[in-house]
């Protein structure tokens, strides 16, 4: 049995990653120390981890891409589970998807890079839960910044964060999350530059 996590602040070295198991109420803030760096996270219910966090329906509940303060992060089931109570920068990915090994050899010809898909496994084992249930629509980017042109263009750019830039999320349910501290160097999303990120649990 996973414990409860306890109150406090670690701080994510680059390409690291974090395993929380958070009591409705709870609250969980991630700080961009150096700016201009990307967070991933995914999130399941604890009682019944099949119900996952969906970028989708907390999309179409805002009818915006991007989350901001106020909005509530929804389940696969339309159960709500987060609330943004704190934000100061307003621009988080909610497209969905993670960068993965096999994202990064089909758009940038490279093999075998680490990426937020292995953070998050790594988390979703650490839980004791099934690794292989991670899906894209279950992950939302913080910080990340896609530029939607008017032709249709999805464009990845640097983010806009600056250093000690926060999001405090308010638990609204008994929920599993895992983050990843976006290793990806092969485009704009990090400026090319990972870095550390500091994640309060309170």
């Known amino acids: 049995m996973t414990d ?17 198991k958070l009591r409705a ?3 969980l803030t ?11 996270f995914i999130a399941s219910m604890t009682e019944n981890p099949d119900e996952r966090l969906s970028a989708m329906f907390t999309r179409v509940s805002s009818g915006m891409w991007n989350l901001q303060q106020g909005y509530t992060i929804y389940s696969d089931r339309c159960t709500p589970m987060m609330k943004v109570v704190h934000d100061d920068n307003g621009i988080h990915n909610m ?3 993670y960068c993965s090994k096999y994202s990064n050899a089909i758009r940038y010809g490279v093999e075998e890079t680490w990426g937020c898909l292995d953070n998050l496994e790594g988390d979703w084992q650490e ?6 249930k991670i899906n894209p629509d279950q992950c939302i980017s913080l910080f990340m910044n896609i530029r939607h042109h008017p032709d ?17 999320l308010e638990m609204l349910a008994d929920v599993y999350v895992g983050l990843s501290n976006c290793p990806e ?18």
Not at 187 to 199: D, G, S
């Open 4 to 20: 409860w996590s306890l109150p406090g602040t670690t701080v994510l070295d680059p390409k690291g990653r974090l395993a929380l």
């Open 25 to 27: 109420g709870q609250r």
């Open 30 to 40: 991630i700080v961009d120390i150096k700016g201009q760096q990307v967070m991933d």
């Open 95 to 97: 497209t969905g998807g």
């Open 127 to 132: 839980l004791g839960l099934d690794p292989t």
């Open 152 to 168: 249709g263009r999805m464009e990845i750019v640097e983010p806009t964060t600056k250093p000690g830039d926060r999001i405090t």
């Open 185 to 202: 160097e092969h485009n704009p999303c990090n400026a090319f530059n990972v870095t550390e990120m500091a994640v309060t649990v309170e």
